[in-house]
């Protein structure tokens, strides 16, 4: 290597941001987490089988799972969305006909995870730092009656009615706040 090459590549490594991306594949997950997958998306393949919608061909191993840090420590935190695992949601298979389940892991040690989040959602928005892979918030939706969303105690809420909170990780643990 020529000695201007070496000085431009020392340069340009000086002032390009550099993160590491924390990555996983799909035999590095927790069986837990890979078990879980393996049957959520056999429930729907047997769903589309049995005329349940289009079949949606095959599935890539970390389809619906996202490696994401939860507080910019660089941290390999694990997100499993039903929704994706399968590619949509397939009431009866993967969902139920009011939302999906979600879960997040937390890496408690290097290649060790304890699950902080699993919540049957109605609806989510996650925002994410696409340059550090890290989650900002969520915005979700959830039951009504559920304490987070501060329910009306003489109300009765059918399965379909919802709230939207803020979900965001502060001081390692998930804060709610009820979005009014």
Not at 66 to 72: E, F, M, P, V, Y
Not at 88 to 106: E, L, Q, V
């Amino acid at each position: 290597m020529k000695p201007y090459n070496i000085v431009l590549a020392a340069y340009l490594l000086s002032v390009l941001p550099v993160t590491a991306e924390p990555t996983l594949d799909f035999k590095q997950l927790p069986k837990e987490v890979r078990d879980h997958a393996i049957d959520v998306r056999n429930s729907c393949q047997e769903y589309t089988s049995k005329g349940g919608g289009e079949e949606e061909g095959a599935f890539d191993d970390m389809q619906g799972i996202q490696i994401l840090d939860l507080k910019g420590d660089g941290s390999r935190n694990i997100f499993v969305d039903n929704e994706g695992l399968c590619g949509r949601a397939m009431p009866g298979a993967n969902c139920s006909n009011r939302g999906c389940d979600f879960r997040i892991y937390k890496e408690v040690s290097r290649g060790q995870w304890r699950k902080i989040f699993d919540e049957h959602l109605h609806d989510k928005f996650l925002a994410i730092d696409w340059d550090k892979m890290r989650l900002q918030l969520m915005i979700v939706s959830i039951y009504a009656g559920d304490p987070r969303c501060k329910p009306n105690r003489r109300k009765d809420y059918t399965s379909g009615s919802s709230c939207n909170l803020i979900v965001r990780y502060r001081n390692n643990k998930l804060d709610w706040e009820l979005i009014r």
